[in-house]
């Protein structure tokens, strides 16, 4: 069905990099979790006021609330594909996000008043009917709500929503619950045993888990997550792809939304080339990172010495001291600064957060090692840089 109207609905429907189809496909999932999470409310209600079952007719209730989801995600949709203003030049696309922390809520009180209300049918347990009505509605809700994990999960991953993958997320454990709800009913048909109570607080835990879930989702791009790996690799292959870039570092991509990103990052450069040449290069990959990847970058050219033989041999020398110290360390803008009496090894180490090492031991660490390697007259000026990417794109 979902296919049949994003080929009606939506042109262009492939170039899914493009904010207007993205909000389009947004607001077609969300118009079509409405429907048919109200189609389910009815349906469970019904059930549940027939068989008297507290855990039907909560599971309807979280239908509802779905629906409500699905109401914020397609305003969330509609707001974020709103174009920059003067209030907001880098446009409105972290209204998604936005969009799925209220779903996420959403989801997290419902599961809260879920447990709250098992909880009494626990103490005050109330014979449960069942019916074949009963059994065939939950199975057609099942199967609803798998459909809506497959359709919202594949167009989640085709545009690139963490709101969408949520819903998703959110319509597996619906799923369960909902399985869990039609095994209560029919223990409770055939051996007698009331545990329609206690299946409500299983359901509840397992909304409760999918809220947390949606919340961290939406939370992450909001706080500022890594970038994704396949991404950074992607721009150090457009970087790197030009010959005249020794290497690229010091790399940041801020996100403002799907499909708004801004990134900077250091490329390097000979320092033995022309200026007006060289600066040429860097604005064409400036364009063709916009063009490819749909994001504005700016690139600062760093200056790196390529053809004095002694500054090649103390900077290989010195990235072998670095890797001997650890590994996961790594160095760049390296530069000498050469005089009567000493001469300075000036340079950057990018240095992981999770670095159980002090910056401060770090640097002494090293300066120890560069006395008894290089001679009592080299001196280290290091400015510590943190990883915030796992992949490093040094000088090759």
């Known amino acids: 069905m979902v296919t049949v109207l994003v080929n009606l609905l939506i042109k262009d429907k492939e170039d899914v990099k493009n904010p207007q189809v993205r909000q389009k496909y947004g607001m077609l999932c969300g118009m079509v979790g409405i429907v048919l999470n109200i189609f389910l409310f009815l349906g469970k209600f019904l059930a549940g006021t027939i068989s008297h079952s507290i855990s039907i007719t909560a599971d309807a ?41 209220i779903v996420s809520g959403a989801i997290i009180v419902m599961a809260f008043e879920l447990v709250r209300s098992s909880a009494e049918k626990i103490l005050h347990p109330q014979a449960v009917t069942f019916s074949t009505l009963t059994a065939v509605i939950l199975l057609i809700s099942i199967l609803v709500k798998i459909y809506m994990a497959y359709y919202n999960y594949r167009i989640g991953r085709k545009v690139d929503s963490a709101a969408m993958r949520a819903t998703a997320t959110d319509s597996l454990s619906d799923t369960c619950a909902t399985a869990v709800v039609l095994i209560a009913s029919v223990v409770g048909k055939f051996s007698g045993l009331q545990i329609d109570g206690y299946c409500g607080v299983l359901v509840g835990l397992f909304i409760f888990y999918a809220g947390i879930s949606a919340a961290r989702e939406t939370l992450d791009p909001l706080l500022g997550q890594a970038p994704d790996e396949e991404f950074v690799h992607q721009i150090g292959e457009i970087v790197l792809s030009h010959e005249e870039i020794c290497g690229i570092h010091d790399l940041l991509v801020h996100d403002y939304g799907p499909g708004r990103l801004m990134i900077s990052l250091h490329a390097e450069v000979p320092a033995e080339g022309n200026i007006l040449e060289l600066h040429d290069v860097v604005d064409n990959i400036e364009t063709e990172l916009r063009q490819k990847l749909n994001c504005d970058a700016v690139i600062h050219m760093d200056p790196i010495v390529t053809e004095d033989e002694h500054i090649l041999e103390l900077k290989k020398n010195m990235d072998e001291l670095i890797k001997n110290l650890d590994n996961v360390l790594n160095m760049h803008d390296f530069r000498v600064v050469m005089g009567p009496t000493h001469t300075n090894l000036i340079f950057d180490v990018v240095v992981p957060f999770e670095y159980k090492m002090s910056d401060e031991a770090l640097i002494e660490e090293i300066e120890r090692r560069t006395k008894k390697i290089f001679g009592e007259h080299y001196f280290v000026v290091i400015q510590v840089d943190k990883a915030y990417y796992r992949q490093e794109y040094g000088s090759p």
């Open 61 to 101: 209730f979280n239908n509802l609330s779905d629906a409500g989801s699905s109401c914020v995600t397609l305003v969330g949709f509609k707001m974020a594909g709103a174009k920059p203003d003067v209030s907001h030049p880098f446009g409105h696309g972290r209204i998604e996000y936005v969009a799925g922390l």
